[in-house]
């Protein structure tokens, strides 16, 4: 069993930053894939970034690319996912995921055995 948490959600500008973290609880996660999803009201859940167990493989989907950048620190456990130049169309409840998955590429979505919470990004125009 992995739990995840996440934090850093919040409100912030058109043009701002916000970063989020998501903690998790097993010593394995060095093992794992990790991600990160996102859903808006009244749409179906979306992926926005992965990264791979080892944290040299990275993904992300076209509408962040170049904004959003996700990263992992394996002795704390933790990834991170960086967001910049942020839009109003970010706004979403942001997940975060984790895949036992050791293959290339991005892991599927139906991989992603361990979800978190979620936390909240409100970005105002």
């Known amino acids: 069993q992995v739990q995840l948490v996440e934090s850093g959600g919040g409100l912030v500008q058109a043009g701002g930053s916000l970063r989020l973290s998501c903690a998790a609880s097993?010593?394995?996660?060095?093992?794992?894939?990790m991600g990160w999803f996102r859903q808006a009201p009244g749409k179906e859940r979306e992926f926005v970034a992965a990264?791979?167990?080892?944290?040299?493989?990275?993904y992300y989907a076209d509408s962040v690319k170049g904004r959003f950048t996700i990263s992992r620190d394996n002795a704390k456990n933790t990834i991170y996912l960086q967001m910049n130049s942020l839009k109003p169309e970010d706004t979403a409840v942001y997940y975060c995921?984790?895949?036992?998955?050791?293959?290339?590429?991005?892991?599927?979505?139906?991989?992603?055995?361990?979800w978190g919470q979620g936390t909240q990004v409100t970005v105002s125009s």
């Open positions: 097993r010593r394995t996660f060095s093992s794992y894939a």
């Open positions: 995921a984790a895949a036992p998955f050791q293959s290339d590429g991005a892991p599927p979505t139906y991989e992603y055995d361990y």
């Open positions: 990264i791979s167990w080892s944290g040299g493989s990275t």
